[in-house]
């Protein structure tokens, strides 16, 4: 599975931006995808997660309510809405790829990464 990660930027706080990211393969379709992210002198953490035939969705605290996680089948491209943006997400988006079939919220439970997006959001 390849996973191409774009859309970050350089936004006011309270603003928003889509991250996207699109998946290649040829059994794309069975994997989950996560938005993990990490500032600089921190661990990488969970943002949000998919999974890609369910459809079921879930969240970090930090963002719930903020930030939408959603996928088009059709494009094999996972979005990641993020609106009412603060200074604290300002960070490095990565996308990953789980065979995991629950609710994949660590690092290790990812089998494929793409490579970050930077998003800095300004006070």
């Known amino acids: 599975v390849q996973l191409q990660a774009s859309g970050g930027g350089l936004v006011q706080t309270g603003g928003s931006l889509r991250l996207s990211c699109a998946a290649s393969?040829?059994?794309?379709?069975?994997?989950?995808i996560g938005w993990f992210r990490q500032a600089p002198g921190k661990e990488r953490e969970f943002v949000a997660g998919?999974?890609?035939?369910?459809?079921?969705?879930y969240y970090a605290d930090s963002v719930e309510g903020r930030f939408t996680i959603s996928r088009d089948g059709a494009k094999n491209t996972v979005y990641l809405q993020m609106n009412s943006l603060k200074p604290e997400d300002t960070a490095v988006y990565y996308c990953?790829?789980?065979?995991?079939?629950?609710?994949?919220?660590?690092?290790?439970?990812?089998?494929?990464w793409g490579q970050g997006t930077q998003v800095t959001v300004s006070s």
């Open positions: 990953a790829a789980t065979k995991f079939t629950g609710s994949a919220m660590r690092v290790y439970e990812y089998d494929y």
């Open positions: 393969g040829r059994t794309v379709s069975s994997y989950g």
């Open positions: 998919v999974s890609w035939s369910g459809g079921g969705s």
